[in-house]
């Protein structure tokens, strides 16, 4: 069956502008995890939904940050006014199990370059 | 000091060499993942484990719970082993649980 797929792959924008990721989780999974991994580091946690509950949203590292999944199902990261510091990978996992209890499937993740 | 540790950070091996790669974390943990990430991005969960040892192909991974420390395996090493390999421990938060990610270990094999 299909996994998780993110898009764009590639994201290059100009310091300032607001961008959108977008995932896909695999069908029927309950939880949705984004992270954030820069150059060289392991991936850090940005925010988890249950469904199309964000029950934590700790890890997001500025109000400029925000998450959706109003459906329970496809999930949006929007970042607005972006900043260079927040070039990094943004992957996206999903679980079958409520609170993240077991395997999570990584999506390819979004490379996002801000000039 | 990092909630994950990992070492080395890098790994140069020939074809064939077994190798280690360490894990030592500091949290009470309900389990911990070895993962596998390849240029490009993509992630791989290879392990999840929360007691004694599990063992897929080549693959090998133990954890000790008491020490906090867990080692992955690989034996017989070959080339398209080269990726980075990452341990991240989950544990328990108000919102369910929570991966934390030690920063990887780049691991090359040369023919």
């Known amino acids: 069956g299909a996994g998780v797929s993110q898009s764009p792959r590639y994201k290059v924008a100009k310091r300032g502008q607001d961008v959108a990721l977008r995932c896909d989780p695999i069908?029927?999974?309950?939880?949705l995890f984004w992270y954030q991994q820069a150059l060289g580091q392991g991936p850090e946690f940005l925010t988890y939904?249950?469904?199309?509950?964000?029950?934590?949203k700790s890890g997001l590292p500025s109000d400029r940050f925000f998450a959706e999944r109003p459906e329970g199902s496809v999930s949006t990261l929007k970042i607005q006014r972006t900043q260079q510091e927040d070039s990094a990978v943004y992957l996206c996992a999903s679980s079958l199990a409520p609170r993240g209890e077991e395997t999570q499937y990584f999506g390819p993740g979004t490379r996002l370059l801000v000039l | 000091k990092n909630e994950v540790e990992q070492s080395p950070q890098n790994l140069t091996a020939q074809e064939g060499e077994f190798i280690t790669i360490n894990c030592s974390y500091s949290v009470g943990i309900s389990a911990l993942h070895w993962l596998q990430q390849h240029p490009g991005g993509g992630i791989v969960s290879l392990f999840m484990?929360?007691?004694g040892k599990k063992k897929h192909g080549r693959l090998i991974a133990t954890i000790n719970i008491q020490e906090k420390h867990s080692s992955l395996h690989i034996t017989a090493s070959h080339p398209r082993d080269s990726a980075v390999y990452i341990c991240a421990v989950r544990s328990w938060v108000a919102s369910g649980s929570r991966l934390t990610f030690g920063e990887g270990t780049q691991l090359t094999v040369n023919p």
């Open positions: 484990l929360s007691s």
């Open positions: 069908s029927g999974h309950v939880s």
């Open positions: 939904f249950q469904n199309e509950a964000q029950l934590d």
